[in-house]
């Protein structure tokens, strides 16, 4: 007679529950296996960037932003944010409609892209007052670090102011280290000795066309920086707005690329 075996016994083999519960195991290594080749795409690139290529967006005459969308091409931004504040003596003011905003008519002797700094007298005091600018870069909203950094202060001039140091205009960095024209500009970018008009030099203005007020800046490393804008107008005898200039700013930025 023959002998009925059970759908239970260890003699039929691997069970229908068993084959089941061998197949949900299975799919999530095969999504893995699959997933794999993905992420092993991505690779290690560095790429030079100039504000000429970022979208420029003012928020205000304290705060603006470059930002270059999905540079890694992984979705996220990498931004260059710009955060003004008032600096030193009350003599000068942040000028509201002007400061902070992209200039591309002729200063420094081209017409790049630039951001303009401006300042208002408020009195034709002996004293230095103005702005302090912190550029921050960032990527995905965390602090980034950039190498060689480079970027043009333009048009630093002004009549000579009565404390005998020179022009009005003095302009000053936490870091970065700059080449001038010494027939024109002097100093060494700190505050202890701000780049400004040398007391020398052939005329108190610089035209828009002329590169005789520039200052070029570079810095190795860095993922910040401040910029420090005062003038001393007490030469003058009109109160005048006064401005610099700054940029194009060109850089170089490692990171993940994903295709």
Known sequence: ??????????????????????????????????????????TACTKTISTTTATYSRASATASQFTWANLFG????FTLSLAAAPHGAANMTINQPNNLTLYTQQQGGDSLPSVRLSLDTVTLANANGGEQVTFSFALDGDPYTVTDLSYRIKDIDGVMAKDGLGGAERVSLSVGSG??????????????SPWRLSTSAPSAEVTPDSTAGNVAVTAAL????????????????DPANQNIWIGPLTFTVSGTCVP
Request: hydrophobic content about 40%; proline content about 4%.
């Open 1 to 42: 007679m023959e002998k009925l075996v059970s759908e239970h016994s260890p003699s039929q083999g691997l069970s229908r529950r068993t084959l089941v519960k061998s197949a949900a195991w299975s799919v999530p290594i095969l999504a893995s296996a699959v997933a794999a080749p993905i992420s092993a795409a991505s």
């Open 74 to 77: 992984d979705g996220k931004d």
């Open 179 to 192: 080449t001038y024209n010494a027939a024109w500009v002097q100093g060494s970018g700190t505050s202890a």
């Open 222 to 237: 860095l993922s910040s920086f401040t910029l420090t804008y005062d003038a001393n107008n007490s030469g003058r005898v």
